[in-house]
């Protein structure tokens, strides 16, 4: 009767992790999850479905205010263009340069990418040094039918798992040498 009990107890354990795992991968998703601020950060963003069944055609990544440079990720049989915007005034860049224009977004076209099947897509970026902050990466994924907006952004004091498309997200930790 006891091992019957920790067999149960087991099984409802591993399906709880199965639904919160399957929840965790239902939209797309950035690693890693917290990056040092005020440095480098090779961000990579999962796409684990298409659009209700349809293949995923296209990604755009809208980057947050205070990433100074970012360079994406060639992908083959992909497509990448980036979108520039010009600050309101130049900054200092990490290695002493002048910065007056950032990547304002990134996109992806090309694949398809099959529903059941999925794929990563890479930027590195440089990350502003504003530690115990979110940077929310708002994702519109397009398919050949549909699209989906993982742009969601909670507001303070609200958690990010009560939204139904929350934005990928990455915590700005203290940059410890």
Not at 65 to 84: C, D, F, H, R, T
Not at 111 to 123: E, H, K, Q, R, S
Request: proline share 8%; hydrophobic share 40%.
């Amino acid at each position: 009767m006891r091992a019957l009990r920790m067999w149960i107890g087991s099984t409802i354990a591993a399906a709880a992790a199965m639904v919160s795992c399957n929840a965790a991968l239902a939209h797309v998703t950035v690693q890693p999850a917290d990056a040092p601020a005020d440095s480098y950060a090779h961000l990579v963003f999962t796409v684990p479905h298409g659009c209700s069944g349809s293949a995923t055609t296209a990604l755009r990544i809208k980057l947050p205010e205070g990433i100074l440079s970012a360079k994406p990720q060639m992908k083959p049989g992909w497509n990448v263009e980036i979108k520039s915007r010009k600050l309101e005034a130049p900054v200092q860049g990490p290695h002493g340069k002048s910065i007056t224009d950032v990547v304002d977004e990134v996109a992806w076209r090309g694949g398809p990418l099959p529903d059941n099947l999925y794929d990563t897509f890479g930027l590195i970026v440089r990350l502003p040094d504003k530690a115990g902050q979110d940077l929310h990466f708002p994702v519109v994924q397009e398919c050949e039918q549909g699209v989906e907006r993982w742009i969601e952004i909670p507001s303070a004091g609200q958690g990010s798992e009560k939204l139904r498309a929350p934005a990928p997200v990455v915590r700005l930790k203290t940059k410890t040498h």
